[in-house]
C-alpha cells in the first residue's frame, strides 16, 4: 500500500463534487471531524456508559469524554509518525505535504470509533449478539442466509460505526455523513466479512455495508488477503494502528484512574501499577515532583500523564520501525504489543489489574446484568413487532421508533437491522425509560 493513495478526501456520496474550491483553512479531514463533533450520534455518546455505571456523584468517564480522550491521545501519536516520516523517509517525494494530513485523519476516526456502540458498556454487543444465537431470537435462523445470520450473532460495534456513518437512512442524503475515504478506512479494525469472525465476533462490515467498503478499499488500494470463497479480507488501513493504540492507551489507564476515584481500587494500588513503566532513574523524578502535592488523585493524575506521554511515544516508535511491514499487511497484532520494557510488561500488568479487579467489580457488573435484561427485552418486543407487523400491538410499537429507521423494510433482514440501528444507538438513560413504559412501569404525566 502507498501513503499518496491511502491519504484520499474524496467524500462518500460526494464523489462527484469538487470540495477544493470552498476556500477557508479546513482540510477535508478537518471538517469530517467538525461533522462528527456536531452529530446526534455523537452527542448520545455522554449518556452511554464505559464502564462503570452513570451518573454518579462522582465524575468517571462516558463514552464521550473517553472519545475526546482517545482523539487527542491518537492525533499526537499521528502527528509524532507523521513528521519522522515526512523529514526522513519521504522527504524528496512530490507528495509528502499529504503527510500533514495524518493526524486529522486519526483524531476524526477515534472521535468516531465507538459510535456504533450500544447502551450499557461493553456487554451490549454480546447480549444483542446472545439474543439471536441462544436467545429468544434463535427461531428465525432458517428465515437467513448464512452470512445474514452471521451479522446478527456476532452484532459487532466497530461494524456498526461504519453502518452509522455510511448508511443512507430515511430521509438522509446518500452517504450518510459524507466522510472522507481515508477517515471511513481508518475506523474498521476488523476489515473483513462476518463470516470470518471466529471466536471472537470481530469483523467490520454487515453485508448491507460490503459494497460501500469495497468502494472504499479499492479506491485507496488496501491489500486484498487470502479468504475462503464468497468471503472478504483486506490488510488494515495503517492509520487504523494508530486509533487501535490510542483507544487502548485511554480505556486501560482512564480505567485505572476511575477505579481509583471510586475506591474499587487502592490509590497505593493504582500509583504501584503506574509507576512500574518508568526505569529506575526516572522513578525518582517521578517521585520527587509527585512529593510536591499531597492530593492522591492529583499525583495520579500525573502520573497518568507521564504513562500515556511514555505510551504515545513508544507506539509510534514502533509504528515507524515497522511502516514497511504495516504498508504491506504483515505486521502482526498491534502496536502495544511490540513496544519495549519495562513499558509492554507493565501494560500487561495493568491490563490484569483492570479484568482481576475492575471489569468484575460489583458495580461494573450490575450495570452489565441490568443492560442485559433491558436490552434484551427491547429486541424481544421490536423484533416481534417486524416479524409481526400486522399486529395491532406491533403497529402501535412501530409508529413509536424514529422514522430514520425502516422498519417497514420489504424484507425481514432489512426490517432486523432497523431494529438494531433504534437500539445500538439509545442511550443509557432511553433505553431505561423505553423499558419501564413497555412494562407499564411508567407513564406520561396526565
Not at 478537518?30 to 461533522?35: I, M, T, W
Not at 462528527?36 to 462503570?52: D, I, Y
Not at 522527504?91 to 465507538?114: E, R, T
Request: glycine residues 6%; aromatic residues 10%; contains cysteine.
Amino acid at each position: 500500500m502507498e501513503w499518496h493513495k491511502l491519504i484520499n478526501d474524496k467524500r462518500l456520496g460526494l464523489e462527484h463534487v469538487d470540495s477544493h474550491g470552498k476556500g477557508g483553512q479546513r482540510t477535508d479531514f478537518r471538517r469530517d471531524y467538525d461533522r462528527l463533533v456536531f452529530s446526534s450520534p455523537f452527542r448520545r455518546l455522554q449518556n452511554k456508559t464505559q464502564v462503570f455505571p452513570l451518573p454518579g456523584s462522582i465524575f468517571v468517564h462516558n463514552r464521550l469524554t473517553h472519545s475526546l480522550e482517545v482523539s487527542s491521545v491518537g492525533k499526537s501519536m499521528a502527528d509524532s509518525i507523521a513528521t519522522e516520516l515526512r523529514t526522513t523517509r519521504y522527504a524528496g517525494c512530490d507528495w509528502v505535504n499529504q503527510l500533514y494530513h495524518l493526524g486529522d485523519i486519526v483524531s476524526a476516526a477515534c472521535l468516531a470509533h465507538d459510535l456504533g456502540n450500544p447502551p450499557f458498556g461493553h456487554s451490549g454487543e454480546k447480549t444483542i449478539s446472545t439474543f439471536f444465537s441462544e436467545g429468544e431470537g434463535a427461531y428465525l435462523r432458517d428465515r437467513f442466509s448464512e452470512r445474514q445470520w452471521s451479522d446478527f450473532t456476532n452484532f459487532e460495534g466497530n461494524a456498526n460505526a461504519l453502518r452509522t456513518l455510511t448508511h443512507r437512512f430515511n430521509g438522509r442524503r446518500p452517504g450518510g455523513f459524507a466522510m472522507t475515504y481515508s477517515t471511513l478506512a481508518s475506523i474498521v479494525k476488523y476489515p473483513y466479512s462476518s463470516d470470518l469472525a471466529g471466536e471472537k465476533g470481530k469483523f467490520g462490515f454487515f453485508l448491507t455495508e460490503q459494497d460501500t467498503f469495497l468502494r472504499i478499499a479499492r479506491e485507496l488500494e488496501l491489500r486484498q488477503l487470502d479468504a475462503p470463497e464468497g468471503s472478504l479480507r483486506f490488510a488494515r488501513h495503517p492509520l487504523v494502528y494508530i486509533v487501535e493504540a490510542a483507544d487502548d492507551i485511554c480505556y486501560e489507564v482512564m480505567d485505572l484512574e476511575d477505579a481509583a476515584k471510586l475506591k474499587v481500587l487502592t490509590s497505593d494500588e493504582v500509583i504501584a501499577t503506574l509507576i512500574g513503566f518508568f526505569p529506575e532513574e526516572r522513578v525518582a523524578q517521578i517521585q520527587k515532583t509527585m512529593a510536591r502535592v499531597d492530593d492522591p488523585h492529583e499525583k495520579i493524575s500525573y502520573l497518568r500523564s507521564c504513562v500515556i506521554g511514555c505510551l504515545v511515544e513508544s507506539c509510534a516508535r514502533v509504528f515507524i520501525d515497522n511502516e514497511r511491514a504495516i504498508l504491506d499487511g504483515e505486521f502482526n497484532g498491534c502496536l502495544l504489543d511490540h513496544i519495549p520494557d519495562p513499558e509492554r510488561s507493565a501494560f500487561q500488568r495493568l491490563t490484569a489489574l483492570s479484568w482481576n479487579k475492575i471489569y468484575c467489580a460489583k458495580d461494573v457488573v450490575d450495570i452489565e446484568l441490568a443492560g442485559n435484561s433491558i436490552i434484551s427485552f427491547l429486541l424481544s418486543k421490536l423484533v416481534h413487532a417486524v416479524v409481526n407487523p400486522h399486529l395491532n400491538y406491533s403497529r402501535l410499537l412501530l409508529n413509536q421508533v424514529p422514522r430514520q429507521y425502516d422498519v417497514n423494510a420489504p424484507d425481514l433482514y432489512g426490517r432486523i437491522q432497523a431494529v438494531l440501528d433504534h437500539v445500538s444507538a439509545m442511550t443509557d438513560v432511553y433505553a431505561l425509560d423505553l423499558y419501564r413504559k413497555l412494562n407499564g412501569m411508567s407513564l406520561p404525566a396526565v
